[in-house]
């Protein structure tokens, strides 16, 4: 048996990726801003859809180039409210200027006892 193994393993060929560099990861360019809000429980049907408003009206900002949202669908805990935001930007410049706006700074305010969690990420177009 471990010479079957051993004769089969000697036909493979592996073959490797290039590894990840700096150079690699683009670090300008379009900016994407992914944010999932989870909603507690509880929650009211009126606050979620005063998150919602209020996300599509940073949209309306000077610096945002795009923005998209949608309700995850989540087969597994159906019942947790869960809303994605994305927020595309020229670059990380518009982006830091779109968290220290007014609007911004008061958006984040919004509901924040309703909702149990906030993921975010933010990534580079290629």
């Known amino acids: ?8 393993a000697g036909c493979l060929t592996w073959t490797k990726g290039p590894e990840p ?6 670090s300008k360019g379009l900016l994407r801003h992914v ?13 979620i859809r005063k998150v919602d408003i209020s996300f599509k ?9 795009g923005y998209e949202w949608g309700i995850v669908k989540d087969d597994k805990n159906t019942k947790k409210v869960k ?13 830091d200027a779109y968290g220290k706006s007014p609007e911004h700074q008061k958006h ?3 509901g924040a006892e309703n909702i149990e969690s ?9």
Do not use: C, R, W
């Not at 944010?35 to 606050?47: A, G, M, P, Q, R």
């Open 1 to 8: 048996m471990l010479i079957k193994i051993i004769a089969i």
């Open 21 to 26: 560099t700096s150079k690699a990861i683009p």
């Open 35 to 47: 944010v999932v809000v989870t909603f507690k429980t509880n929650t009211s049907i009126d606050l």
């Open 57 to 65: 009206n940073l949209s309306k900002l000077s610096m945002v180039k």
């Open 83 to 95: 809303h994605v935001y994305v927020t595309t930007f020229e670059g990380q410049k518009e982006e």
């Open 108 to 110: 984040i305010k919004l």
């Open 118 to 126: 906030v993921e975010s990420v933010d990534y580079f177009l290629p």
